[in-house]
């Protein structure tokens, strides 16, 4: 499955992978954003522009008109990778070519133009009442976040590992910067992203890229100015020094996040390696983390390792029995000892190989997380195809990875424990 990529108007690049796996076409326009003062206003800015524009300026009107469109999907979102935001425009439509009508395909790319480029204006900037709306919006999002504890301690032990580091900064913002947002320069910023951010259109489904380029060169009306250049993120820390950070809440079970630096992006060689490393710490039943803490120590309700693969962090999490946070962190860290002398057995490398493929082979059953796993490869300047992908995976020696395991530091102990004393945040060098 070959995604081809061509250049279109000044930073702007469209990706299209013309297969005949789905009855549906999904378009994705992804503004690439540096993750610097500015975030918290770029992570409102899709929010406010889904509300209207010109020719439909409320939500009702783009409901009916997406029900003209067969039923059509349409959703904006931001994300976080490594040390960029990504503004993300999105929609999913029938392929024409099994409907009676014909042009839905080009209506799609005309109605994501006018959401990005027509958005409903008052008084020189966005509609008051619909930023307004989408700042309360906004600020609940960012609040319920300690509603999942789970993702939760993640970010929190993110943010510590990362302090003074742009990566530290929340994806959808800050509440206290949304409390004094500045409505002028939310429209300026929002001009800055459409005419100077690199821009990629990923263009999914059975289609012709001609066509499909023809398509966009047409719709996408807006003039794009000097293209900023992102900063690569900063993904090498070598000098660690281990640190504990500990928070109570009221909670049943307490929260183990341990991160550390790899010191090894997705653009490595070593990539490879590290992934098959990760999931024989804690990719699933098949892990040392599942077997070891959790099914034959009983220390733990849950176990997990995951990769973050644009800023080289890898994070252990477990929700654990608060008295049991020592021997937990203890016998975590004898997996990770164990791996480095290599004590891996062949059922446990074999067990991380398949579980990898297996999640890799799925990938490609879904518009979104091909159109994903294409823009990672963008944002790291990598041309390696799923295939590839896969093919590298199985590639990698039961030696690379004890190998690679050396390169894995401990960088921030996080804990979230049951409340003793009231709120209170500890921290100490281990």
Same mark, same amino acid.
């Given at each position: 499955m070959r995604i081809e990529n061509m250049d279109v108007d000044k930073g702007v690049k469209l990706w299209v992978l013309p297969t005949k796996k789905f009855k549906t076409v999904t378009i994705s326009f992804c503004f690439h954003r540096d993750l610097d003062e500015d975030y918290t206003y770029n992570a409102l800015i899709p929010a406010v522009l889904k509300r209207g524009c010109e020719g439909f300026e409320t939500l009702k009107d783009i409901e009916r008109h997406l029900e003209s469109l067969y039923g059509a999907l349409f959703d904006v979102g931001v994300q976080k990778k490594g040390e960029r935001q990504i503004l993300r425009f999105?929609? +999913?439509?029938?392929?024409?070519? @099994?409907?009676? +009508?014909?042009? $839905?395909?080009a209506q799609a790319f005309y109605f994501l133009n006018r959401v990005i480029n027509r958005p409903v204006l008052e008084d020189g900037g966005f509609k008051k009442s619909y930023v307004a709306q989408e700042k309360e919006n906004m600020k609940n999002r960012i609040k319920s976040l300690v509603n999942d504890k789970i993702q939760y301690s993640l970010e929190r032990c993110a943010q510590e590992m990362c302090k003074g580091e742009k990566y530290s900064r929340y994806v959808f913002g800050d509440v206290k910067e949304l409390e004094n947002l500045d409505d002028a320069r939310l429209y300026n910023v929002y001009?800055?992203?459409?005419?100077?951010?690199?821009?990629?259109?990923?263009?999914?489904?059975?289609?012709d890229p001609a066509k499909v380029r023809l398509l966009l060169e047409r719709s996408f009306s807006v003039e794009r100015k000097q293209v900023k250049t992102i900063p690569k993120t900063t993904y090498k820390k070598l000098q660690v020094v281990p640190k504990t950070v500990t928070e109570e809440m009221d909670v049943n079970q307490g929260k183990l996040t341990m991160g550390f630096r790899t010191n090894i992006s997705a653009a490595d060689k070593e990539y490879f390696p590290l992934l098959v490393y990760s999931s024989i710490l804690g990719g699933g039943p098949h892990s040392k983390l599942f077997i070891n803490v959790r099914e034959k120590a009983s220390l733990? @309700? @849950?176990?997990?390792?995951?990769? +973050?693969?644009?800023?080289?962090?890898?994070?252990?999490?477990?929700? $654990?029995?608060?008295?049991?946070y020592q021997q937990t962190v203890d016998i975590i860290m004898e997996q990770l000892d164990a791996m480095a002398s290599g004590q891996i057995t062949q059922q446990e490398f074999e067990g991380a190989v398949n579980a990898l493929v297996t999640s890799l082979k799925g990938s490609m059953d879904q518009p979104s997380q091909l159109i994903?796993?294409?823009l990672g490869n963008s944002v790291m300047d990598s041309d390696v195809t799923l295939e590839e992908l896969i093919e590298k995976i199985k590639g990698v020696t039961m030696d690379q990875v004890v190998e690679i395991s050396s390169k894995v530091k401990l960088d921030t102990i996080y804990f979230l424990r049951n409340r003793k004393r009231? @709120? $209170?945040?500890?921290?100490?060098g281990n």
């Open positions: 999105s929609m +999913e439509v029938v392929n024409d070519d @099994y409907l009676a +009508e014909q042009g $839905i395909l001009l800055d992203v459409v005419q100077t951010s690199p821009l990629d259109v990923f263009v999914v489904g059975d289609v733990a @309700y @849950y176990a997990f390792a995951r990769l +973050e693969k644009f800023k080289g962090l890898m994070f252990v999490g477990a929700g $654990i029995d608060v008295d049991k994903d796993y294409y009231g @709120y $209170i945040v500890h921290e100490k």
